[in-house]
């Protein structure tokens, strides 16, 4: 039997929206015909030794979808729980940021590693779509999130 751990990991987190207001999220899949499994979650990962949130996030946001933000706002932390694919649980400090795209085109090609095998491909959802979902996506307050930041 496997030995499941806890890892305690902070990371940032980019709510990217266009000109619509609509958010883009990335698509992830992993596991296999028995056990798949599949979400969609914000831009965004684990904090690099030495990193601030925002450098987190400004290099997650360059890697991940190939955008470079000129302006990023900070909108707050929160906490998160969560199993990884590997079965051990994440207990995350998650700083939350936003920029705004004029752009719908995004380049996957920055991915590596367990990034690249896991996610599948991206979708700009409107928090009305969000809402009328069944799918899983992350965080689960994401229309919340997305109205407070979004308001004049």
């Keep these: 039997m496997t030995q499941v751990i806890t890892i305690r990991r902070r990371s940032a987190r980019i709510l990217v929206t266009n000109e619509s207001k609509d958010v883009l999220l990335l698509k992830f899949e992993y596991g296999d015909q028995n056990n798949h499994r599949s979400y969609w979650a914000t831009v965004g990962g684990g904090l690099e030794a030495g990193e601030t949130p925002e450098q987190a996030a400004r290099r997650e946001l360059l890697e991940e979808v190939g955008l470079a933000a000129d302006i990023m706002d900070y909108i707050g932390a929160q906490a998160a729980q969560f199993t990884d694919p590997n079965g051990n649980r994440i207990e995350a400090e998650e700083h939350f940021f936003h920029t705004n795209t ?51």
Excluded at 115 to 141: C, D, Q, R
């Design 102 to 152: 004029a752009s719908r085109q995004i380049s996957l090609a920055g991915l590596s590693g367990d990034e690249a095998a896991m996610i599948k491909g991206h979708k700009w959802w409107s928090v009305e779509e969000l809402k009328a979902t069944n799918e899983t996506y992350f965080p689960s307050n994401l229309p919340e999130l997305l109205q407070k930041t979004l308001s004049p």
